[in-house]
Structure formats: structure tokens, C-alpha cells
């Protein structure tokens, strides 16, 4: 969620992009989108090679009966966007938690979950309280009509099925013991994330089970178990078992079901040590939040995961950011736009801008500065689907030369054919956030390019127009390419012309 501010699979052996050594990658079986054969970067959705580009509502578009989701999904399918992220009942907040009309925090009464409601009295938010041996079926017709609603328009879903308990918010969810029949979930909210409370893990696979079944035939779904297990003090070494337990029931649930789902899950803790299950073989997708790290030993932020993980040849996403526009400082939009180049350009497989813009009674978030948000996540997809990516890998020594004072500068290649390089100039504030530096800049650059014929084109990516375009003729090794003037970011395009 956002932060304060902030299978039976078929196994195949793919030759590494970063090592040139064999290494044995698993994928969903066809029809689901699993990771791509030739590239394991990258994604494998209806064919096609996908990246996955949105700036989304805050996970409530189910759970919440007064959000219009089919409004919602219609913006993002009018900018080509092709992704959203849920969570389908085991977490959510109350009405005005955090902001207003809070697409998370539904009226009181106005929730759709998973469970039954019994005959009891006592829901601490309104009504009966819940029975967790009976499912609630209008809930799933709901989150299955979401879901092909999502389907029509090309969007996958990715949903999250926990969040790291909030300390005031466990007494108010359907597991915690006061609110259900069966006094399930009577330990404290520290233990909500671990295996200290036997029945509540009962409930809480029972939970996945159910959902992962439900949701088994449709293709556009990503699987994640939990956001932020330690954001309120519960150890990597307790949560990480149960994190493990639930990727089993995924596994062990669609084993005799038709579609295998990637499963995805956050890297938290110690970068190779608790909390961090990256190199499980039944995790296939890597997800960090922020853009750097939100609090040392917490959770880690796309780009160190990009720095330290891809040689695990799996798909790293980005897929919480901090909360636009509350967490930004200046041009949020600019800040939030660097963001999501920076990662997508730098070897990210998928970028989830957390948009508050989109609310409760404003599902399409008319009226507000959405629009130029959105536009700048479409001209990264539209720059990124410009090249033959599935090709392209990250490239350590594609930048050769000083990275010029105050900027930052990412690049992925397939090297002797085509270059991406994105660069801004921005500053850091406390590992979660840009804040871009606008001025009248103009960089040289030292790359790295094989010998060969190449066009090449400047891109502004606030408004994805090429700004300068041209050929060169290159024997090999290093050169300098000095960039047109702009003003925060600017993105580079080059590829090898037909002789």
C-alpha cells in the first residue's frame, strides 16, 4: 500500500542477457502472462513482449462499492496503459485514512469482501459481524467482473493479497478475532504477518486458496503475497516463513488448476538474507517500492534492487511509488515522471505510479492535473515500445565516461543494434523521492557503442517529441554525444540503420 509519504511450471533454459552462463527460468504456462522466454526482464502477455506501465488508484477499485472502476479502467486503456494493482479484502483502511475519499478507505457499510456475514451483530465498522467458514459470493463476482473488465482493455491486474498490519487498523479488519465468529485473529498486529497465531494462518491460506481459485482462468492476473510485511516492527525472520507459506498454497493450489500465475513478492529485510526470497524459484517476480529505499533494512526501492538483483534474471518491478501528489515536493509531476523513466529505461520490467488524484467519487479523476500525469508514463511506454526491447538487457558499460554533476543516467542496449539512455538532474530527498532540478542544461556523454551505422533521436519525455534527430557512422569504443539544451530530463534513442 502506500507508504506514509512514501506452480507445476514448464522449465525452460534461457542463456542469461547479464552473464552470457545458462540459467533455468520458470514461466506460466501459455494463455497466462508469465516471463518471457528469450528475455526474463521482461514479460510474455497474449503473445507480445510486454512491459507494464501504469499510474493507478490506490488498490481499492474491489473493495470499495462506491468506486466506478469501469471508469477507471477507461482512462488507463485511453493511454495505453496496461496495468493496475488490488488488494482483494485482508487489508484495507476506514473512511479518510489518510487522505479524503481514499480509494482504500471505504463509507462505513460500503465494503465488499471476501467473507459471509453472519447473523451476530458486533462488526466494530457497521453490521454483522463475519463468518469465515461461508465465502461472500456477490465479493467475487465483483472482483471477477473487475478483472475482465481490466481483461477487455489489455490491463493486467496484480493483486496483492496482504499488507503489513497499520497498529490501528488489524481491530477493524474481518480476521481480527472481535469481528468475526469463529474468534479467529486474536493475536496483536505485530503477529498479523507471521506464524505465531496457528488459526489465523488457517484463514489467511484458507483466504488465498479461495482467491487464487477464483481467479484461475483469466490471464491477465500477477499473484503477490504481501506489501511492506515489516513497515510496523515485525522481523524479516518472522515474516519470511509465512510469506513462504503462502507462495506454497498459490503452488499448491493451481497445481491441478489450468493456468500457473507468476507469483510476485517485495524485497524486504537483508538484500540476501531475511526478507529477501528473490532467488526462490517459485517467485517470479521481483517487487520493490519507492525509488531508492524508504528505511535502511525495511524495504528496498527499484533502482538498488536493479543494481543488486538482475542477475537473477527475473522481472523487477517498481510497483508503489511514493503517493502523488502528497509525497512530492515542486514539479510533483516532473518528479514523478523521472521516476518511472529512470527505472523503466534502467531495466525495469513494470512501474506503478500510486495516483491519489483518483478517488472514491472520482473514479476517472476528472478535473484534476491527471491527465499531464498520465501522459508521461504513456510516452515512456510509447518510447519504450519503439524499440525491439525483448532484446535489450541492462548495460553497465553502455555509460562509460563522468556522469555530469547532479543528474542521474540510466541505459539499457543490445549492443551493435539499439540504445536506450535516459538522464535527468534531480535531487534525492530521504530515498523515496526526486525532486527535479529545472535549468538549462546540455550534457556530453561518453558511451559505449559497437562499429556500425546508427540514426539517433533526442526525446523530451514530458511530451514525447523527438527534439533532435540525426546519423553517424562509428568505428567502435567510446563517444561523446552532447545533448540538446532542456530543462530536467531527456532520453536518448539509437539504432543501427539498414545498410
Same mark, same amino acid.
Given at each position: 500500500?502506500?507508504?506514509?509519504?512514501?506452480?507445476?511450471?514448464?522449465?525452460?533454459?534461457?542463456?542469461?542477457?547479464?552473464?552470457?552462463?545458462?540459467?533455468?527460468?520458470?514461466?506460466?504456462?501459455?494463455?497466462?502472462?508469465?516471463?518471457?522466454?528469450?528475455?526474463?526482464?521482461?514479460?510474455?502477455?497474449?503473445?507480445?513482449?510486454?512491459?507494464? &506501465?501504469?499510474? @493507478?488508484?490506490?488498490? #481499492?477499485? =474491489? /473493495?470499495?462499492?462506491? +468506486?466506478?472502476?469501469?471508469? %477507471?479502467? $477507461?482512462?488507463?486503456?485511453?493511454?495505453?496503459?496496461?496495468?493496475?494493482?488490488?488488494?482483494?479484502?485482508?487489508?484495507?483502511?476506514?473512511?479518510?485514512?489518510?487522505?479524503?475519499?481514499?480509494?482504500?478507505?471505504?463509507?462505513?457499510?460500503?465494503?465488499?469482501?471476501?467473507?459471509?456475514?453472519?447473523?451476530?451483530?458486533?462488526?466494530?465498522?457497521?453490521?454483522?459481524?463475519?463468518?469465515?467458514?461461508?465465502?461472500?459470493?456477490?465479493?467475487?463476482?465483483?472482483?471477477?467482473?473487475? &478483472?475482465?473488465? @481490466?481483461?477487455?482493455? #489489455?490491463? =493486467? /491486474?496484480?493483486?496483492? +493479497?496482504?499488507?503489513?498490519? %497499520?497498529? $490501528?487498523?488489524?481491530?477493524?479488519?474481518?480476521?481480527?478475532?472481535?469481528?468475526?465468529?469463529?474468534?479467529?485473529?486474536?493475536?496483536?498486529?505485530?503477529?498479523?504477518?507471521?506464524?505465531?497465531?496457528?488459526?489465523?494462518?488457517?484463514?489467511?491460506?484458507?483466504?488465498?486458496?479461495?482467491?487464487?481459485?477464483?481467479?484461475?482462468?483469466?490471464?491477465?492476473?500477477?499473484?503477490?503475497?504481501?506489501?511492506?510485511?515489516?513497515?510496523?516492527?515485525?522481523?524479516?525472520?518472522?515474516?519470511?516463513?509465512?510469506?513462504?507459506?503462502?507462495?506454497?498454497?498459490? /503452488?499448491?493450489?493451481?497445481?491441478?488448476?489450468?493456468?500457473?500465475?507468476?507469483?510476485?513478492?517485495?524485497?524486504?529485510?537483508?538484500?540476501?538474507?531475511?526478507?529477501?526470497?528473490?532467488?526462490?524459484?517459485?517467485?517470479?517476480?521481483?517487487?520493490?517500492?519507492?525509488?531508492?529505499?524508504?528505511?535502511?533494512?525495511?524495504?528496498?526501492?527499484?533502482?538498488?534492487?536493479?543494481?543488486?538483483?538482475?542477475?537473477?534474471?527475473?522481472?523487477?518491478?517498481?510497483?508503489?511509488?511514493?503517493?502523488?501528489?502528497?509525497?512530492?515536493?515542486?514539479?510533483?509531476?516532473?518528479?514523478?515522471?523521472?521516476?518511472?523513466?529512470?527505472?523503466? /529505461?534502467?531495466?525495469?520490467?513494470?512501474?506503478?505510479?500510486?495516483?491519489?488524484?483518483?478517488?472514491?467519487?472520482?473514479?476517472?479523476?476528472?478535473?484534476?492535473?491527471?491527465?499531464?500525469?498520465?501522459?508521461?508514463?504513456?510516452?515512456?511506454?510509447?518510447?519504450?515500445?519503439?524499440?525491439?526491447?525483448?532484446?535489450?538487457?541492462?548495460?553497465?558499460?553502455?555509460?562509460?565516461?563522468?556522469?555530469?554533476?547532479?543528474?542521474?543516467?540510466?541505459?539499457?542496449?543490445?549492443?551493435?543494434?539499439?540504445?536506450?539512455?535516459?538522464?535527468?538532474?534531480?535531487?534525492?530527498?530521504?530515498?523515496?523521492?526526486?525532486?527535479?532540478?529545472?535549468?538549462?542544461?546540455?550534457?556530453?556523454?561518453?558511451?559505449?557503442?559497437?562499429?556500425?551505422?546508427?540514426?539517433?533521436?533526442?526525446?523530451?519525455?514530458?511530451?514525447?517529441?523527438?527534439?533532435?534527430?540525426?546519423?553517424?557512422?562509428?568505428?567502435?569504443?567510446?563517444?561523446?554525444?552532447?545533448?540538446?539544451?532542456?530543462?530536467?530530463?531527456?532520453?536518448?534513442?539509437?539504432?543501427?540503420?539498414?545498410?
Amino acid at each position: 500500500m502506500r507508504k506514509r509519504f512514501f506452480v507445476v511450471t514448464t522449465v525452460i533454459v534461457t542463456v542469461s542477457l547479464l552473464t552470457g552462463c545458462l540459467a533455468t527460468h520458470k514461466t506460466s504456462r501459455p494463455g497466462a502472462i508469465s516471463v518471457h522466454p528469450d528475455n526474463p526482464h521482461y514479460f510474455l502477455f497474449r503473445g507480445q513482449p510486454t512491459i507494464l &506501465i501504469t499510474s @493507478a488508484e490506490h488498490y #481499492g477499485a =474491489v /473493495v470499495n462499492l462506491d +468506486f466506478d472502476y469501469v471508469g %477507471y479502467l $477507461d482512462v488507463l486503456a485511453e493511454k495505453g496503459l496496461n496495468y493496475t494493482r488490488i488488494y482483494p479484502g485482508a487489508y484495507f483502511e476506514t473512511d479518510g485514512y489518510f487522505i479524503k475519499d481514499n480509494v482504500l478507505g471505504p463509507l462505513n457499510g460500503r465494503h465488499s469482501l471476501p467473507w459471509a456475514r453472519s447473523s451476530v451483530p458486533g462488526y466494530c465498522l457497521g453490521g454483522n459481524k463475519f463468518d469465515l467458514d461461508n465465502w461472500n459470493d456477490t465479493y467475487f463476482d465483483r472482483l471477477k467482473d473487475f &478483472i475482465i473488465k @481490466a481483461s477487455e482493455r #489489455g490491463i =493486467v /491486474v496484480e493483486i496483492c +493479497f496482504f499488507n503489513g498490519m %497499520y497498529p $490501528d487498523l488489524w481491530s477493524k479488519m474481518p480476521l481480527y478475532h472481535a469481528n468475526n465468529i469463529q474468534g479467529a485473529g486474536a493475536c496483536n498486529y505485530k503477529d498479523v504477518q507471521t506464524l505465531k497465531d496457528p488459526a489465523l494462518v488457517v484463514r489467511q491460506q484458507e483466504y488465498v486458496r479461495k482467491i487464487t481459485q477464483e481467479v484461475n482462468k483469466f490471464d491477465n492476473v500477477i499473484l503477490e503475497i504481501c506489501d511492506e510485511p515489516g513497515i510496523h516492527g515485525t522481523t524479516a525472520h518472522e515474516y519470511t516463513p509465512w510469506i513462504r507459506s503462502m507462495v506454497d498454497v498459490i /503452488v499448491d493450489t493451481e497445481r491441478q488448476l489450468p493456468h500457473k500465475h507468476l507469483i510476485a513478492q517485495q524485497v524486504c529485510g537483508t538484500l540476501g538474507g531475511a526478507g529477501d526470497i528473490s532467488g526462490d524459484a517459485e517467485v517470479q517476480v521481483i517487487t520493490g517500492q519507492y525509488i531508492w529505499m524508504a528505511k535502511a533494512g525495511e524495504q528496498f526501492g527499484g533502482m538498488p534492487l536493479l543494481d543488486t538483483l538482475y542477475g537473477h534474471n527475473k522481472p523487477i518491478e517498481l510497483n508503489e511509488t511514493n503517493y502523488y501528489p502528497l509525497g512530492y515536493k515542486g514539479d510533483k509531476i516532473g518528479a514523478s515522471r523521472v521516476e518511472a523513466w529512470e527505472f523503466i /529505461v534502467g531495466g525495469g520490467a513494470g512501474f506503478n505510479q500510486l495516483n491519489s488524484l483518483y478517488s472514491t467519487f472520482n473514479s476517472t479523476a476528472g478535473g484534476t492535473e491527471n491527465d499531464a500525469l498520465l501522459n508521461a508514463v504513456k510516452n515512456l511506454k510509447d518510447f519504450m515500445y519503439s524499440f525491439d526491447f525483448i532484446k535489450m538487457s541492462r548495460d553497465k558499460s553502455f555509460i562509460c565516461g563522468a556522469i555530469p554533476a547532479g543528474a542521474f543516467v540510466r541505459g539499457i542496449s543490445q549492443p551493435g543494434n539499439q540504445y536506450a539512455l535516459y538522464i535527468h538532474h534531480s535531487t534525492l530527498s530521504k530515498g523515496v523521492e526526486y525532486i527535479v532540478q529545472s535549468g538549462s542544461y546540455q550534457d556530453n556523454l561518453a558511451l559505449n557503442i559497437a562499429a556500425g551505422n546508427y540514426g539517433f533521436d533526442w526525446v523530451d519525455p514530458a511530451t514525447g517529441k523527438i527534439v533532435c534527430t540525426g546519423t553517424f557512422l562509428h568505428g567502435g569504443g567510446n563517444r561523446t554525444f552532447t545533448t540538446p539544451r532542456y530543462s530536467v530530463d531527456i532520453a536518448l534513442r539509437i539504432k543501427k540503420l539498414s545498410l
